[in-house]
């Protein structure tokens, strides 16, 4: 690939900060407080369009209902639009959230009660409202639904009170606006959890209809999933939409993106970068010029803004790597079952150092080539300090 | 439930044992000979109804071609089906084997080389004949399909090319025969496997028609998988087609059916039990009734007709307890969110004490009410070790 | 063994009941309230007084510093010690909580800045003077200390602040108490764990001396590991110090014990059952004498106190089942290899029903035979309800 | 570090290989031959003295008693080093095979018969003699012993078996021979292993003395855990004594090192380079001077040669990553607890193309720059697939 291609290619690199990534937040066993954390939406908005002008690959906030709901100055969703452009920000998915509430302790749409599924279906109708209202073309959908021991409640009936309140979720559905199912292994549920794996996930997509696709997270595996190959089977199958990165040694640890194991992330961007390459001309080519990517971390022990950054920098240089891979090679090593030779291939571009190349698209774009140590040095979550009063953390959990 | 209908629906229960669970068996650190153990296939049917003589719920032998072909008096599947019926016994399912020759080092179904492929094919429609010959009603289909470095090959090649094999082998099939395909997590490939999760497996039937089920291996998970829920989704899916039974605790370790986790076993037939009791109204009702039963174990360490006489001990156990569920209250507890009292109605159920309902049941039959112990007593195997000469083992491989 | 004997060892079984186990509690996605759950130390020992009166084996109460200090009308240790004496209690193994505090966010014994070690030391220190005045004989010890991200900290240089805090710690130590070392695999620290294991644990014991032992909480392994097999080496090694009690099918899931795997259980009393019934005669039965049994579970999803009697209930029949095991006849099948018969006997054992023993034990002590269904019946969860307001849950974590 | 210390550090750094690395190998379900593949300890030998040619840090080969006796020509061990010699290579550490014999299918050193252990002591006792006569300065232990079943066998006896078989052993070494003792989580016992982990193992190191130490497969382990921690816990101990390399994504895969997580590979080796600059002056310093790196790795789908070449390679990057990290701007980052600070010194160091040093170090040698380009191109495979005749495959089994 010529240098202009993939300086062009990477330029259009983007990804979704959610919200919640900028508010303090920490483990069961506590939250630590940062004292410069956001704690209002539009803090939260500062310090993801501070993380977007240092790195030019983070346009776009995803928010997290109620949390992010207009109040005070924010007096409605077109005020919230035209202060995340203040901050060179558009909107991203909406997150409705149906797991907090303690009507929510046995499930949303898998309760067995009716009142409880039309409560949690109900929310779910006014974030379609919201993500019409500020301009977001995707719901965001994770549920906590599930079981916490053998016999609590029939697995096959929850299964149908979630397709039903799917249903009537997607006839209300405007044609612009995707639906992104999420699915999880475990937590909070114990025994099961009612979307507990792609395939489960998928099935449900196929009942739907186009407009729902399969949002895949990369920590929300069984330990040693292949997740490049669940990626690959949801191109081939059109039904990836998209992803929320962190990364993760044992369970949901939602730590920064490729801390863990950077080849992972590498391989994944290496599925999604042969696809794009297809173009038009297959499913999983007008797939993947479709995924939406998104974080979706937890930084209970490094400064919020710095740890995206570093993300962003990250999934620069695994999209990068990926861009480097000599296809044509690699396809030739495989058709002859050179198993050493093709993995030399995505070696080769592995372990090449492709930071100088980000730095020239970072000052091409007028950016400093060095986001992360640039920002220390601004000083900005100095001033946030100084600005943000220090308050007792007003927010009592963490998003899936 | 009252005590006849009990004692008449596990009457009504069956397994399948495979001819290969009548050999002896080993790691790849090296196989263990036992003296008594099955290599002819005349010894393995001899083995094979002796164990059914015993317990009375493993009519049919599943076989495994090429291992089982027709040699020397068994000229045919004729004659194999005459033996068969001499030692109380049918044929059950056909396995194909498509991982031993080494042609198939890279693949079978997903091979790069279409010439691989077409053999693999050729032998699965081989199968087919053989199944009509000997009268078995389905092709048990294993795949170690998968590759063991990243970037060795294309995953979404791969996909569909098993695919278009899948394709080809559905057409010729004749009306009573079904597929039950088989998904792994991993093993023999390190990497990823074609047909990875029980979500590949059931797209895959849903690309091929009604014949085409998923089989359920229960060792084939990653560890802390909710199997019963996969068996429940399958069901209300009506795709699920049978299972292979045996335990593990740590990879697909092929042991005793139930012996490092009695209770799953017994919440895996709960889902089976309660599907049943829905009968042709619902989707899962129809589904369960016609699940094929099978163990699928490798006896390393125990004497293999003990081991399965113990095997169908243990799955009559886990099923009359789960008949015993009581499941109006468990309803009940359910529609109230009373974990614990739904908990309770299982709790009360698995703990109760089987084993002398099962002896009634073997002694209505005319059989020992304690085969294990009646087999010990009979002779059989040290009678197989004088017979049987010792010799070099045969086998160089074990079954998925 | 006769019944007599079986009886007088089942009226000897004794667990401790956590404080913090009657709160509210949840996930860090949120916390349920429970109307009846306790949060002042008075209520907490209420409960735990209703829970022993029921099952009559759980006649001490573990306490959690600071959340447990005496506030109010209980004014110091001795009113503490006194307010459970009325309700039938002793004082349990005190629990110092140095992972709640902010200044813990990077470690405690293990932090790099010698001040917060000092902190941490001092508190553990405190804790010892508690023991003393509340008549408790053991300190258990859970540490959230590790790090997130590769680089964090230096893994030795943690080892060794470590054990300079134990040291100074063990220095402290009056000879009637006693350490209760607790490992764990993760969480909350999501990239290592400083006791990550019991061969940690175990070292660090052998560093200090006779008071210091490993504390097994059987949900802090991964997935696979056999726990009583981990058992039987403390055993041996002389160095079981206690069990934390719970169930787990994914990560630290603080389930009710049995729950999933409830053979496990019984393989784990199994273990115990054998060492004490060599007495004084070996380290083992030396070691099993002294065993600290406590429960140590969150009970979002179930009324706590329920869930308490349910686990007394499991762990007695699990014991039971433990004792029944026919140890000659394990023995002989052991020493012939014979692998099929030594699992039989465990499963004999195993598969009895000892409820009516239970039952019998129960009302020999003039208690009711069913004590779940019996404090189901009490109305005492009813007039909790009532008695006790509804108040903003004031804890924001769980014990580790 | 200046580039005369890294070029020199490079230089000193060694791995042996495995004679059995050069065979053909496989999986359980079947082994792949490989036409160019070793069968006679010459072809080994020829094999492993090219793998060194091309790299440069392969000098020693470790031996498999028996697989690895003299015969034909090679008719002593005299001999034996001789054509070693002959090949640019000195004798590694030899491994005794304790695993294959059906006298082992229930153990060695804990069998419960008394006469089997005494033949397993018997053949380390004859290692101990070949050690001495071939010039190695190691035994490298790996035991398949455990249990398949519940029930099996007791647990302690095993442990106590084991102890005095190893007591043993120990009294009959010459100071100058280590033991390399290699802990395993499973398989091929599928229900506990004796040495399951690094705490047994070095438990058991403990009461043996200073010659005892352990050694570190790097696929032994449950999924998740921490490797390098337990490298730098075994350091500060003074216990490790070594590693067998190599990679694996499930479970004990075999995989060439480094292919699955080359970050997890870099951070070990961190580990070590770190307590190498700590020279004499600690016990981890005196400890990382006498590490014995070794591969342990089956090349069923890799031409045996190439991937030994790729394996150095990768364990070359790794150093030379680790080399690279600025230990002193680590350490201030650790100080101030800033997280992301001093994961970026490693990610710095760990992104750094360190492939044109190597390439520079291995031409001042005199050695090609590209070895696995070189090897492919020399024609060597091809050669042996000529001269060595297609045969019936010897070996039926791997090492652990």
């Given at each position: 690939m010529d240098k202009n291609t993939l300086l062009e290619r990477l330029g259009r690199q983007q990804i979704e900060t959610p919200s919640w990534g900028f508010s303090a937040s920490g483990t069961r066993f506590g939250t630590f407080p940062q004292p410069w954390?956001?704690?209002?939406?539009?803090?939260?908005?500062?310090?993801?369009?501070?993380?977007?002008?240092?790195?030019?690959?983070?346009?776009?906030?995803?928010?997290?209902?109620?949390?992010?709901?207009?109040?005070?100055?924010?007096?409605?969703?077109?005020?919230?639009?035209?202060?995340?452009?203040?901050?060179?920000?558009?909107?991203?998915?909406?997150?409705?959230?149906?797991?907090?509430?303690?009507?929510?302790?046995?499930?949303s749409f898998c309760h067995p009660d009716p009142r409880v599924r039309r409560k949690a279906l109900?929310?779910?109708?006014?974030?379609?409202?919201?993500?019409?209202?500020?301009?977001?073309?995707?719901?965001?959908?994770?549920?906590?639904?599930?079981?916490?021991?053998?016999?609590?409640?029939?697995?096959?009936?929850r299964r149908q009170r979630m397709l039903a309140c799917f249903q009537e979720l997607y006839r209300a559905l405007p044609p612009q606006l995707r639906l992104y199912i999420e699915y999880k292994f475990y937590e909070p549920a114990w025994y099961h959890t009612d979307l507990g794996d792609w395939g489960a996930a998928a099935l449900l997509c196929r009942k739907l209809g186009p407009q729902a696709t399969v949002l895949v997270d990369t920590g929300h595996h069984p330990l040693g999933t292949n997740i490049e190959w669940i990626v690959a089977s949801l191109l081939d199958e059109g039904l990836l939409g998209g992803f929320h990165f962190n990364s993760r040694k044992y369970g949901d640890d939602d730590l920064t993106v490729g801390s863990i194991n950077p080849y992972e992330l590498f391989l994944i961007y290496n599925e999604l970068a042969a696809a794009e390459e297809e173009g038009q001309a297959t499913?999983?080519?007008?797939?993947?010029?479709?995924?939406?990517?998104?974080?979706?971390?937890?930084?209970?022990?490094?400064?919020?803004?710095?740890?995206?950054?570093?993300?962003?920098?990250?999934?620069?240089?695994?999209?990068?790597?990926?861009?480097?891979?000599?296809?044509?090679?690699?396809?030739?090593?495989?058709?002859?079952?050179?198993v050493t030779g093709a993995e030399e291939v995505l070696k080769d571009a592995y372990h090449s150092d492709v930071r100088p190349l980000l730095r020239e698209l970072r000052t091409s774009q007028g950016r400093d080539p060095e986001p992360l140590k640039a920002f220390r040095a601004s000083g900005y979550s100095e001033r946030a300090v100084a600005q943000r009063s220090r308050r007792p953390v007003a927010r009592a959990g963490a998003a899936g």
């Open positions: 954390s956001a704690t209002t939406l539009e803090e939260k908005l500062a310090d993801a369009g501070e993380a977007q002008r240092y790195t030019g690959i983070l346009p776009r906030v995803a928010l997290h209902i109620p949390w992010d709901k207009p109040t005070g100055a924010l007096k409605d969703w077109q005020a919230v639009a035209a202060c995340a452009r203040q901050h060179g920000l558009g909107i991203g998915a909406i997150n409705p959230n149906v797991f907090q509430d303690p009507d929510y302790q046995y499930g109900d929310h779910h109708l006014e974030c379609v409202e919201i993500a019409k209202a500020a301009g977001s073309d995707g719901l965001s959908l994770w549920f906590a639904d599930g079981t916490n021991y053998p016999g609590q409640d029939d697995f096959r009936a499913a999983a080519g007008r797939c993947a010029a479709r995924v939406a990517y998104m974080f979706d971390q937890c930084h209970a022990y490094k400064n919020t803004i710095e740890a995206t950054i570093q993300s962003a920098m990250t999934v620069q240089e695994a999209y990068a790597k990926a861009l480097l891979v000599d296809r044509a090679a690699l396809q030739r090593a495989r058709q002859a079952c050179d």
